[in-house]
């Protein structure tokens, strides 16, 4: 039963901002790639993709 309510839980999770920010950096290829993927999220890549505004 706790199982069943465990996966549940994480089936209904909402990915936070932090969670998106980090798949996003781990997704990259190289050192190059990486670096481009943190000034993006430094200028506020989901940050504003998230609250609407583009």
Same mark, same amino acid.
């Given at each position: 039963?706790?199982?069943?309510?465990?996966?549940?839980?994480?089936?209904?999770?909402?990915?936070?901002?932090?969670?998106?920010?980090?798949?996003?950096?781990?997704?990259?290829?190289?050192?190059?790639?990486?670096?481009? =993927?943190? $000034?993006?999220?430094? /200028? @506020? =890549?989901? $940050?504003?993709?998230? /609250? @609407?505004?583009?």
């Amino acid at each position: 039963m706790l199982t069943v309510v465990s996966k549940l839980i994480r089936a209904l999770h909402i990915p936070t901002v932090a969670d998106l920010e980090r798949d996003y950096l781990n997704a990259s290829a190289n050192a190059y790639d990486l670096e481009m =993927r943190q $000034r993006e999220i430094d /200028n @506020g =890549r989901f $940050r504003r993709a998230l /609250n @609407g505004f583009h």
